[in-house]
């Protein structure tokens, strides 16, 4: 079946710009997190879905950054205000469950380019 | 703040030498993981270990959790070419959020 795709896989844009980019998960995976990883950086948590709801969105680094999963599937984080140092590459994941054995499949990434 | 230290940050072997990665914190974990990362893709779960003093192997990867649950190191034996790629430890911090380390790049040369 198919595994976690990510939309766009680059996007460019400027300083200031909102941008929106799109996770689709493993179908029938209720949990969902969004990552970033910058460059030479293990994934840094930003924000953890279990079904709708944002169970834990603690890593956001400010309130630019917010995230929604209205039909517990597809998830969009959402950028306002970009800065360059949001530049990075932004990662999603998709799990069947949570608790030890939590096993987390990745999409691609977005890498995300702020001029 | 939980962190995990990772080291070496660059590993550059010949084929067939053997290599040990670490993954160090001070806090405990109530699970830890291994993943590679391949450019341009996300990472790839191998293995989870959960126990203190486990001990698991996968072919010629081998991964040992500490007994405290605070570090974790993998070892492979006789690397090849295909084992080139990021290496990452993620402890589990609760039932759902991770915390990943530093990583490890490694590079195999045939």
């Known amino acids: 079946g198919a595994g976690v795709s990510q939309t766009p896989s680059n996007k460019v844009t400027e300083k200031g710009k909102y941008v929106e980019l799109r996770c689709d998960p493993i179908?029938?995976?209720?949990?969902l997190y969004w990552y970033r990883q910058s460059l030479g950086q293990g994934p840094e948590f930003l924000i953890y879905f279990q079904g709708t709801g944002a169970a834990d969105d603690s890593g956001l680094p400010n309130d630019r950054f917010f995230a929604v999963r209205p039909e517990g599937s597809v998830s969009t984080l959402k950028i306002q205000r970009t800065e360059r140092g949001d530049s990075a590459v932004y990662l999603c994941?998709?799990?069947?469950?949570?608790?030890?054995?939590?096993?987390?499949?990745f999409g691609p990434g977005t890498r995300l380019t702020v001029l | 703040t939980q962190l995990l230290e990772q080291s070496p940050q660059f590993l550059s072997i010949q084929e067939g030498e053997n290599l040990t990665v670490y993954c160090n914190s001070s806090s405990v974990f109530s699970s830890l993981q291994w993943y590679r990362q391949e450019p341009g893709e996300g990472p790839v779960l191998l293995v989870t270990v959960v126990t203190g003093g486990e001990v698991k192997k996968l072919k010629r990867l081998t991964f040992q959790f500490g007994d405290a649950r605070k570090d974790s190191s993998l070892h492979i034996t006789a690397a090849q070419p295909g084992d080139t790629g990021l290496y990452l430890c993620?402890?589990?911090?609760?039932?759902?959020?991770?915390?990943f380390g530093t990583g490890t790049r490694l590079k195999v040369l045939a």
């Open positions: 179908s029938g995976h209720t949990a």
């Open positions: 994941a998709s799990s069947i469950y949570v608790g030890q054995e939590n096993e987390q499949f």
């Open positions: 993620a402890g589990a911090s609760g039932t759902y959020k991770y915390i």
